[in-house]
């Protein structure tokens, strides 16, 4: 069974400029989520999905993130503009769904560099 | 709001000793409790779950983890080290808000074994 895939999984971009991450999750997980993971410290929720539907978007910095799940399968966070501390790894991950012990897979994630 | 706390950013130990990293949590109410470890530019790979049941729960990669309900603790556990071990290990707890379900990680352990 394939796991979840991430692309690209290096980015160095000028800050200011727009950058997009791809995930495909495991096949038939409802549940997708965007981590962002900074050196040194445990994975920090940005958007989970349950389907196409966005059901905890709390903590994406909206003024310059955005995320889609079209269909309930692939997604894509975008951030745009840029800025340096967006530097980190942003993480995608997948579960079968629901509440309570469900764990999540992780994608080997996505490094990005804001120069 | 729940929170998970891991004693000590970084562990050492030598080859074939005992490794044991630390993970307590804040809530009143059982939640489920999982470890999830992390190779150098990799993402998170479960190591073991608890949900219900038996609280000595068995991994892979010969680790295993006790929760302990009255001292909020779910502390991981490998009797021999390999060098293979050396990882970032992270402790996440789930919380239920409502409809919301989203894991609470700690900051990480990193592991080092000394030859």
């Known amino acids: 069974e394939a796991g979840v895939v991430q692309s690209p999984r290096y980015k160095i971009i000028e800050k200011k400029q727009p950058v997009a991450f791809w995930c495909n999750p495991i096949?038939?997980?409802?549940?997708l989520y965007w981590y962002r993971q900074n050196l040194g410290q445990g994975p920090e929720l940005l958007i989970r999905?349950?389907?196409?539907?966005?059901?905890?978007d709390s903590q994406l910095p909206k003024d310059r993130f955005s995320a889609e799940r079209l269909k309930g399968v692939d997604s894509t966070l975008k951030i745009q503009p840029a800025e340096l501390g967006d530097s980190a790894v942003y993480l995608c991950?997948?579960?079968?769904?629901?509440?309570?012990?469900?764990?999540?897979?992780f994608g080997p994630g996505t490094r990005l560099t804001v120069t | 709001a729940q929170s998970v706390t891991q004693l000590g950013s970084h562990v050492s130990v030598s080859e074939g000793a005992l490794v044991l990293l630390r993970c307590n949590y804040s809530?009143?109410?059982?939640?489920?409790l999982f470890w999830y470890v992390q190779y150098p530019n990799q993402g998170l790979q479960l190591l073991l779950k608890?949900?219900?049941?038996a609280t000595l729960v068995k991994g892979i990669n010969g680790f295993e983890a006790e929760f302990k309900k009255s001292e909020t603790s779910f502390h991981l556990t490998k009797p021999s080290a390999h060098m293979s071990d050396a990882a970032e290990y992270f402790c996440a707890v789930s919380e239920v808000d409502g409809s919301n379900y989203q894991l609470i990680w700690g900051a990480g352990t990193k592991l080092i074994i000394k030859p």
């Open positions: 809530s009143s109410v059982p939640p489920y």
């Open positions: 999905y349950e389907n196409e539907e966005a059901v905890d």
């Open positions: 608890y949900t219900t049941g």
């Open positions: 991950a997948s579960s079968p769904g629901g509440q309570g012990g469900y764990e999540q897979y």
């Open positions: 096949s038939g997980h409802n549940t």
